[in-house]
């Protein structure tokens, strides 16, 4: 069956980075995009872009442009996301989610990231 | 960008009534928009794909409708288990751009 499993919660001071992974399994890695996604507290869904394994491409909000990168690791099935320059506003749960044809069906289970001093 | 709007922001019900949420892009999007189901600290669930192909497992009391600039998700009669949030999202286009959620809470 499907399965995104990622990282775990994670604690950072302003200013720092943190990466995010999201572990696949259950179809063939290179032929869905991901999409990362966060929820800020008592806020609604912001997608912050997506990357296609199967050629690397990434496509990211243009307000976040600058900080956040997308990678993939194909021997795992691995794809990950790093946001540099933390902010306290950056305090969010981040959720991958297969993205395939207008189809956003598998999501991975959260990762709290709280940024704070 | 296109934007989405999702209206209403929350509404009240009880069990077995029948629920309609509504969505408007702010261009033609064709049938490229998903529903979610959000319940905290969970991750969302997929409801809905193609504006009405429903998602593997979920009640067929879901459904959607419409095409272009305006959507609909019903719920045809509300379960204890469906108080929670929704949200649409268009999938024609990157940026993805979601609505602003509908919360459903207890009436």
């Known amino acids: 069956q499907v399965q995104l499993v990622q990282s775990g919660a994670e604690v950072k001071e302003p200013g720092a980075s943190v990466k995010v992974s999201c572990k696949t399994s259950?179809?063939?890695?290179?032929?869905?995009?991901l999409s990362w996604v966060r929820q800020a507290p008592g806020q609604g869904l912001e997608w912050m872009g997506w990357?296609?394994?199967?050629?690397?491409?990434?496509k990211s909000a243009q307000r976040l442009q600058g900080r956040v990168t997308m990678t993939t690791d194909t021997s795992t099935s691995t794809v990950y996301m790093e946001l540099r320059s933390l902010r306290s506003d950056d305090t969010a749960v981040y959720f991958c989610?297969?993205?395939?044809?207008?189809?956003?069906?598998?999501w991975g289970q959260g990762t709290l990231v709280t940024v704070s001093s | 960008d296109i934007q989405m709007t999702q209206s209403p922001s929350s509404l009240s019900a009880s069990v077995g009534d029948r629920v309609t949420i509504t969505c408007r892009a702010s261009q033609n999007i064709g049938a490229y928009l998903n529903w979610f189901q959000l319940n905290p600290g969970k991750a969302p669930k997929a409801l809905i794909y193609a504006a009405s192909t429903l998602q593997s497992g979920v009640p067929s009391r879901f459904s959607g409708s419409g095409s272009g600039t305006d959507f609909t998700l019903t719920i045809s009669s509300l379960q204890p288990e469906d108080f929670a949030t929704y949200y649409c999202l268009q999938t024609y286009s990157t940026p993805r751009t979601f609505g602003g959620g509908t919360k459903v809470e207890i009436k």
């Open positions: 259950g179809y063939t890695f290179s032929t869905y995009s």
């Open positions: 990357i296609n394994p199967s050629d690397g491409h990434i």
């Open positions: 989610a297969r993205d395939y044809g207008g189809n956003v069906d598998y």
